[in-house]
């Protein structure tokens, strides 16, 4: 019985070590072919020509582990742009298979910490996923050249330590950090970019007490995109945004937003319970953004920024309330990923999923 009992072990010890090996094996493959399949990938290679909006962050500064910062990408033919560059903006362009390195720039709607605090590793991965040899462009309203300031200043050492470890030809020293290109325009908007048959127009926004802020409106060949930015409703966004194809708009549900400020009071946390309160002034509601892009003629109604956090799609129909009897277009809560094409020559606006 003895030496069965050995043997028996010897057989279970023999079994254990085969099947780590076999995991390990098993492990390595995976990790190659995910290594193949995603450093290779590159989601605009062989995009039609159009408009193209991605989203690359739709939360807010609340926490949310399925959500990044405000975040938009626009696609226009050749061109790519960011819009608003909130915490984790970097990592998830990456996920949607978009090269930094490809970026032309970068527009902000306002310098409200969670539109910029993706700045840094944006401009770092622009840098050295492509050897650039010129600052990450930026632009934005009046007060541009501070923020720009600051996120170089807070970057410069690292940008030393990149170039001695990497070498010019990976880091040049002339290639890191962001260039701000502040922007003014007379009247309640004006246009502020036009190259290769794109115009970006840029309007005022009320989001009071943050002064300058603003939206933005993209047209090439024929296709047109909103972004609100941060924004109560806005008859201006209304006027600028007339006949678009696609209004991406944040929205606060205030309805959910008062529950969790009274939660915070009856605990007396009264500095948190003030923010609740605060922040339904100079937010637009769902509804209000039903509300706008329905006065505007909008073709579809894409919600982002959303606050609170969605943690899961069963709370879309309360955070919505009675919006989408507001608009008669499809209406969208966004998440981080969706994709939205609008090919030139068409009117079609065609929707993907890039994470």
């Known amino acids: 019985m003895k030496r069965i009992g050995i043997g028996v072990l010897a057989i279970v010890v023999l079994a254990i070590v085969s099947l780590f090996a076999f995991q390990k094996t098993i492990g390595e493959r995976l990790f190659e072919r995910a290594v193949a399949n995603n450093m290779a990938r590159d989601s605009l290679a062989g995009l039609g020509d159009g408009l193209h909006v991605g989203l690359c962050g739709t939360g807010s500064p609340m926490p949310n582990p399925d959500r990044a910062g405000p975040c938009n990408v626009v696609i226009a033919g050749e061109q790519v742009f960011v819009v608003d560059v909130g915490e984790g903006a970097g990592r998830n362009l990456a996920l949607m298979g978009i090269n930094a390195a490809e970026i032309d720039g970068v527009f902000l709607t306002h310098f409200h910490s969670d539109h910029v605090d993706g700045l840094g590793p944006l401009q770092l991965f622009h840098w050295t996923r492509g050897a650039s040899t010129a600052p990450l462009p930026v632009r934005g309203p009046t007060g541009l050249e501070a923020v720009i300031d600051g996120f170089n200043a807070a970057y410069a050492t690292d940008n030393t330590y990149r170039t001695a470890h990497h070498g010019e030809q990976v880091a040049p020293s002339t290639g890191g950090g962001s260039e701000a290109l502040p922007f003014e325009f007379a009247g309640d908007s004006g246009v502020v970019f036009e190259r290769g048959g794109l115009s970006v127009t840029a309007f005022h926004v009320p989001h009071d007490p943050v002064d300058p802020a603003v939206g933005y ?31 991406v708009h944040e929205a606060l549900q205030p309805v959910m937003v008062t529950e969790m400020q009274e939660q915070l009071e009856a605990r007396g946390d009264d500095a948190a319970a003030k923010i609740m309160f605060d922040i339904k002034d100079y937010h637009a509601s769902p509804q209000d953004a039903a509300d706008s892009a329905q006065v505007a003629g909008a073709r579809m109604l894409v919600l982002s920024h959303l606050v609170p956090p969605m943690p899961t799609s069963y709370l879309y129909p309360a955070f ?10 499809p209406l969208i809560v966004g998440e981080d990923g969706m994709f939205f094409s609008m090919p030139a020559g068409s009117e079609a606006i065609d929707q993907t999923d890039l994470m």
């Open 217 to 247: 409106r993209f047209d090439y060949k024929g296709r047109s995109l909103c972004i609100s930015g941060d924004t109560a409703r806005s008859t201006n966004l209304e006027r600028v945004c007339a006949g678009a194809d696609l209004i």
């Open 320 to 329: 919505l309330g009675d919006a989408e009897s507001r608009f008669d277009g």
